[in-house]
């Protein structure tokens, strides 16, 4: 992940310290920026550590075809006896060394809810699930991706807690508003009530809580709540976290008035993030959430200046809208419009995570028949679905509950018994599309819904969090005739041939083919134009035949279909694809 040497130092040259302070106008304008400058650098860069001369320049060696991401619970296997991370490295290790470069662990702090997003202390591991070590031993071995849950902080944190006892500086770390205040406006992912009561040393208060009443809102126009999480960052960085996922960073700018989301104030916040990782001497990738409509989401690559990489949030729906469908045309539509990603960024390609399926970044894409067959489908699923309180009263459909796998097991007419390769033709297409492809580890093992998890809990997204018994997963991974062993197995190879792929790096060229409905296809070339590969995907439950002319299959070349390992005529003949087959055609083998 290295881009080139350069002479690490001490301090920050007067170049960076002018940078930073050119931000900070834009975020703090009523501060000294430039003594706040030399605070930031103070936190970020401790005594000890060091500076690059020069910022790292963009380019696109931070990731290669090579890199394949897992999303995983410190906790997601468990067998009573061992320290879950000591699981969680085994199976790494004996299933998925030499296949998945990375491993993103879900929030692995002292938590009080929402499964790790309502963090009690961001500096210790839960030592329910190990310490620093085992990740230390994790990060040896994988690129690890860590959450800064910067947007707000457990009720029962000693931050919030100070805050009610009115100590300094946490008195003022915190969102106040009034129930008087207009708030019509004001984005919301969740229908729980805005704001929260709580007694201080200087009376009755109402804190923000854009979540939950046990995650109360950072108040980031204090400038010392920004200062904490530079150390915290810093914290990470030096446990070996090489990729920082910020966590619900849409939100974390409030002005009464306003939505209260991608304020001004929050892009700033961000390019100041990336300035000092620019400057810094660990190829550390900066990584945004932000679970809504399409447009908003590109923003937070800003001018190559902010995130290095976004979610590409819409795919998850409308992957899931084409297979249910079987039709590609609003994921052709959508995939047309998207600007590849700027010299320095990428995509996060994805369809399931520990959250649900969000529908808001289908908003726009999908018309609400289409996003009322989808819910429909999923519920004869066996699927749940969580709603969002809309600015002015009402609610609309925010998520999908239920996991990928099981979304998949049948289509708008009904399960059937194209499960499986339903399943991985829309894992494939991850693997296809220009980004960096991460796999949910419930998804790599074909998890059904976990409806026990959600009457235990009375929380929705708990379908699609269930945890394993170790010695029992292993046993059904180690039977080739389970569906867990078949789901892993395919996905293992398919990861496999295309980390070979040069045409696959996450920025390789990606153009829309015009296949017809049933039809979902991509030309990826790479970047040495070398390389082609026709992706193609049957999307429905019956064969399709392609004539070879649909497709520019350049003569004088040797093609051959690198998933069904075979020669592909050029000259002449038709493709045919079974229900769900996935083809990858290519000129270099």
Not at 184 to 199: G, H, Y
Not at 256 to 272: D, E, K, N, Y
Request: hydrophobic share 40%; with cysteine; net charge negative.
């Amino acid at each position: 992940m290295t881009t080139g040497q350069t002479r690490p130092m001490k301090q920050p040259t007067p170049s960076v310290k002018s940078r930073t302070a050119s931000l900070l106008e834009q975020i703090y304008p009523e501060h000294d920026c430039e003594a706040l400058a030399h605070q930031i650098h103070e936190a970020f860069w401790p005594e000890g550590s060091h500076v690059r001369s020069r910022a790292r320049v963009a380019g696109n060696n931070l990731w290669s075809e090579a890199d394949t991401l897992v999303i995983t619970y410190a906790n997601s296997l468990v067998d009573g006896n061992h320290k879950p991370l000591d699981l969680l490295r085994d199976f790494l290790t004996h299933y998925l060394q030499g296949v998945i470069s990375g491993v993103h662990i879900l929030p692995f702090f002292p938590f009080t809810s929402d499964d790790g997003f309502a963090v009690v202390d961001y500096r210790a591991v839960n030592p329910q699930v190990g310490d620093w070590p085992d990740i230390n031993r994790i990060a040896e071995e994988f690129k690890l991706m860590s959450d800064l849950v910067l947007n707000h902080v457990s009720s029962f944190s000693k931050w919030f807690h100070d805050y009610l006892q009115g100590h300094e500086p946490y008195d003022k770390f915190f969102f106040e508003a009034q129930p008087t205040d207009d708030l019509s406006q004001v984005v919301r992912p969740r229908t729980s009530s805005l704001l929260r009561e709580v007694q201080t040393p200087s009376g009755p208060k109402h804190v923000w809580c854009t979540f939950s009443h046990d995650q109360v809102d950072l108040n980031f126009a204090n400038p010392e709540v920004l200062l904490e999480f530079l150390r915290v960052m810093r914290v990470h960085i030096d446990n070996g976290i090489r990729v920082i996922r910020l966590d619900a960073v849409a939100f974390i700018w409030k002005e009464i008035g306003t939505s209260c989301i991608h304020l001004p104030q929050t892009h700033a916040i961000v390019r100041l993030m990336r300035l000092l990782f620019d400057y810094a001497t660990e190829p550390v990738v900066l990584l945004t959430e932000t679970n809504v409509p399409n447009a908003e989401n590109l923003s937070y690559f800003g001018n190559r200046n902010e995130a290095h990489a976004i979610y590409n949030f819409s795919l998850p729906p409308l992957v899931l809208h084409a297979l249910l469908t079987g039709s590609s045309r609003a994921l052709n539509q959508w995939l047309m419009a998207m600007p590849p990603a700027q010299l320095g960024c990428a995509y996060l390609n994805f369809t399931a995570s520990h959250d649900g399926i969000g529908m808001r970044p289908a908003e726009g894409l999908l018309s609400e028949e289409d996003i009322e067959k989808v819910i429909t489908a999923v519920k004869v699923h066996g699927g749940l679905l969580s709603m969002r309180s809309l600015p002015g009263g009402g609610e609309k459909p925010y998520e999908l509950n239920i996991t990928y796998f099981e979304a998949l097991k049948g289509t708008v007419k009904g399960p059937d018994a194209h499960q499986i390769m339903r399943f991985l033709c829309s894992q494939t297409i991850v693997l296809s599309l220009e980004g960096i492809p991460a796999f949910y580890i419930h998804s790599l093992l074909a998890t059904p819904n976990d409806h026990e998890g959600v009457e235990k809990t009375g929380v929705n997204r708990a379908i699609n969090r269930h945890r394993w018994n170790y010695p029992e997963l292993r046993a059904a991974l180690d039977d080739p005739e389970t569906v867990h062993a078949q789901v892993l197995t395919r996905l293992k190879r398919r990861i496999a041939i295309r980390t070979r792929q040069p045409a696959f790096h996450p920025n390789a060229t990606q153009f829309t083919l015009q296949l017809g409905d049933g039809i979902f296809g991509v030309w990826r070339q790479s970047l040495d134009r070398s390389q082609s590969i026709f992706a193609l995907h049957n999307l429905t439950d019956e064969t399709i035949t392609l004539p070879v002319m649909s497709i520019n299959l350049i003569g004088g070349e040797d093609w051959v279909d690198l998933l069904a390992d075979e020669a592909v005529d050029a000259s002449q003949g038709e493709i045919e694809l079974a229900p769900y087959q996935c083809r990858w055609i290519t000129n270099r083998h």
